[in-house]
């Protein structure tokens, strides 16, 4: 089995995306910009955006976005995705997509439930996403243990996980999450949205101990330091004490990265003697007119940042090949990345 250098898992989504009013978010009960998980009132979105005529049918699930941003970055071969897709044409949508980005595919099939799809409702510059995660939601650490799939653990040098992960299998988190603390490999976690540090608190304080980046945008940052009492939304505040979190590997400070649209991206590197080294990097600049679609801007500064690490970049550079990535992201349709592609250059 070939080796990747770096190694994404989460849950694949085919992203069902269209243009809705006030009147569609008020149907289903969203809100601009949410990110939930559909519980059955929620059923009826996915036949309803696609009846629309714009819809868009995208590859998504945000580690598969980073892991193919990542791969616009990095040599060829460089990025390996795990997850859990149904046995349907809307896997082989998500996998031709992954095949095109250069990124190598090991997901499990499973033989019950569909490939799992996020319902976006487009209303201006903002996006309302709906989850069905259905076999996104069947992925098992027995996959992952597997002998030609653990092989590819084993040679990997890096690990990202996306958040959305920690309602599916945190077992599958914390193998791999143990592998990187027992040889000192880099281990990335994103929180991915609010609703994770609000309802799945318990799983996600299993994970961090084992980050050495943890990811997260102001409005997860907020909701992280109100689900755990810190009583202060100040984004500086909270990426300090996120950084200052114990951790099971001492041998690398942990580096919390805070994203906050197009004001200065926060990072904060803990130090041996306690201390937090803070840094703001400014975000820069594009016309308004440029935006084309923000969803996924996060899944992209994410894929910049990860390509950073693994070419051993300075974090201040590792940051700016995240903001220039999502830049590009922003101005195309949905997590995708301009082709013939554009190359980074700080």
């Known amino acids: 089995m070939a080796s990747y250098p770096l190694l994404c898992l989460e849950n694949p989504l085919l992203d069902i995306q269209a243009v809705g009013d006030a009147a569609l978010l008020q149907k289903y009960g969203l809100k601009d910009n949410d990110a939930i998980l559909a519980e059955e009132k929620h059923m009826g979105i996915y036949d309803e955006l696609l009846s629309k005529p714009d819809v868009k049918l995208i590859a998504g699930g945000a580690a598969q976005n980073t892991a193919r941003g990542a791969q616009y970055m990095l040599p060829d071969n460089s990025v390996v995705y795990i997850g859990c897709v149904g046995k349907d044409k809307h896997a082989d949508t998500l996998k031709e997509a992954c095949v095109k980005a250069g990124v190598h595919t090991e997901y499990r099939v499973d033989d019950v439930q569909p490939t799992g799809k996020c319902g976006v409702i487009i209303t201006g510059h903002n996006r309302s996403m709906c989850t069905h995660l259905a076999a996104a939601n069947e992925y098992k650490v027995d996959h992952l243990k597997q002998p030609h799939i653990w092989s590819v653990v084993e040679k990997a040098e890096y690990f990202y996980v996306g958040g959305f992960h920690l309602t599916v299998s945190v077992p599958a988190i914390l193998a791999l999450a143990e ?168």
């Open 179 to 346: 592998e990187a603390a027992a040889k000192n490999k880099p281990f990335l976690l994103s929180i991915s949205a609010p609703f994770i540090a609000q309802f799945f608190k318990d799983q996600l304080d299993q994970v961090l101990p084992y980050t050495d980046y943890t990811f997260c945008n102001e409005t997860e940052a907020r909701a992280y330091s109100e689900s755990h009492g810190w009583n202060t939304d100040d984004v500086v505040e909270i990426a300090k004490k996120l950084a200052l979190l114990p951790k099971k590997n001492t041998n690398r400070p942990r580096i919390a990265v805070v994203t906050q649209g197009t004001l200065p991206t926060v990072t904060a590197s803990a130090k041996p003697n306690g201390e937090v080294e803070v840094k703001e990097v400014p975000v820069h600049e594009i016309a308004k007119e440029s935006i084309n679609d923000t969803n996924g801007a996060g899944d992209a500064f994410a894929g910049g940042f990860c390509a950073g690490v693994v070419q051993k970049k300075s974090l201040e550079e590792s940051v700016d090949m995240g903001q220039w990535l999502a830049r590009l992201s922003i101005q195309e349709l949905g997590a995708s990345y301009p082709f013939p592609k554009q190359t980074y250059s700080s």
